[in-house]
């Protein structure tokens, strides 16, 4: 039986580290789409984009892609790099109130940010995740939402 006593939420570091492995996870094609883009984890969004989005509470938002992508076809010299944001408090907010596990809702979050880097539809992104899904392993840590 786990000890509960000693358990943590995930710091940012070894959020970050979850974030990786589940990009580590994705197709290969889909990974070659994020050449060059960040992925960076915050404790919240701040406070120009909440009010940008409208967004009611700072836990209303679980992730952003900013940055100019690849469906457009605009590249301009000194332009700052393409950036995912993934929100530690609000992801894991949601996870508290649902039943999926850490890592698969971290993957969901990549999966949709990362699609709206490369222009994807709705149901493109829901192929990408049942085919991450489908690799998976089910005996890693990212499939039980445990450790990092």
Not at 17 to 29: K, N, S, Y
Not at 36 to 52: H, K, Q, S, T, Y
Not at 72 to 92: C, K
Request: proline share 6%; charged share 25%.
């Amino acid at each position: 039986m786990t000890d509960w006593t000693e358990l943590k939420s995930p710091s940012l570091a070894e959020f970050e580290a979850i974030a990786d492995a589940c990009l580590a996870q994705l197709p290969e094609t889909f990974r070659a789409l994020c050449d060059g883009v960040v992925i960076r984890i915050d404790e919240f969004p701040e406070d120009a984009v909440l009010n940008d989005l409208e967004a009611e509470t700072p836990f209303d938002l679980l992730g952003l892609f900013t940055g100019v992508g690849l469906a457009s076809g605009e590249t301009a010299s000194g332009q700052m790099p393409n950036i995912i944001h993934l929100y530690r408090r609000p992801i894991l907010d949601y996870w508290a109130e649902h039943e999926e596990t850490l890592g698969h809702l971290i993957r969901h979050v990549l999966i949709h940010e990362i699609g709206h880097h490369v222009g994807l539809s709705d149901e493109d992104m829901e192929a990408i995740e049942k085919a991450a899904d489908a690799e998976a392993d089910p005996l890693s840590p990212i499939s039980d939402g445990v450790n990092p």
